[in-house]
């Protein structure tokens, strides 16, 4: 069974612009989470969606939104990018249950310059 | 949310037992405590969950207190592959009625030769 895939692997942006980030779960999952992971504040949840809804949200910025499709693919999009976003963005996958555990991506690392 | 607190760093000598220890003491009755590992530039991998029994898998153990609010995860014969950054997580029910992982700043274990 083929794990989660993340692309880009890698990607520079420049201030004030936007990306976008995708995740394939692992197939038969229909839960994806986001976290992103920075030197200084760890792994920290951005948000999670299972069957095309966002079911939960952590503590970020309007400015990081994500959408999943029918699918279960989903994508993470930050507009207006800052130099502090600059980060190592992880999608998990899985099942959705309450007794479920996580299945990452290996990331896509941002860089804003 | 339950919050987690792991030393910063451990060593341990290959082949003998890495004992990773975690407090949680605002842990609630209904969150697991699970356990991941973060090997440098990779997603994390799951390693071991329970609720508020003993649990042991081909990877490790895992000793949960009777009161619940420390746990430790046991490798019985660490490697040197085992070098990585462990993270101890609780993962709770929100208001909502929705999960969502709490990461600590988990423990850099290293296994030396």
């Known amino acids: 069974k083929a794990g989660v895939t993340q692309t880009p692997r890698y990607l520079i942006k420049t201030r004030g612009q936007q990306v976008t980030l995708s995740c394939s779960p692992i197939s038969g999952h229909r839960s994806v989470s986001w976290y992103q992971q920075t030197p200084g504040q760890g792994l920290q949840f951005l948000f999670e969606y299972f069957s095309e809804t966002q079911r939960n949200k952590g503590n970020f910025p309007g400015r990081f939104s994500g959408r999943q499709f029918s699918n279960s693919r989903s994508e993470m999009n930050v507009s207006t990018l800052e130099l502090g976003d600059s980060a190592l963005y992880l999608c998990a996958s899985s099942l959705g249950g309450e007794n479920e555990k996580l299945f990452f991506g290996s990331g896509t690392q941002l860089s804003v310059l | 949310d339950a919050k987690t607190t792991q030393p910063t760093s451990m060593d341990c000598a290959e082949g003998r037992a890495a004992n990773l220890p975690c407090n949680h003491s605002t842990i609630s009755g209904n969150e697991y405590v699970y356990w991941y590992r973060q090997i440098h530039s990779q997603g994390p991998q799951y390693i071991i969950h329970?609720?508020?029994n003993n649990e042991t898998n081909e990877m490790a153990s895992l000793i949960i207190t009777e009161d619940r609010k420390s746990s430790t995860l046991i490798l019985p014969h660490a490697t040197l592959r085992d070098t990585a950054v462990y993270y101890c997580i609780v993962r709770g029910i929100t208001t909502s009625g929705t999960y969502k992982y709490i990461f600590g700043t988990g423990t850099r274990l290293k296994v030396l030769a």
């Open positions: 329970g609720l508020k």
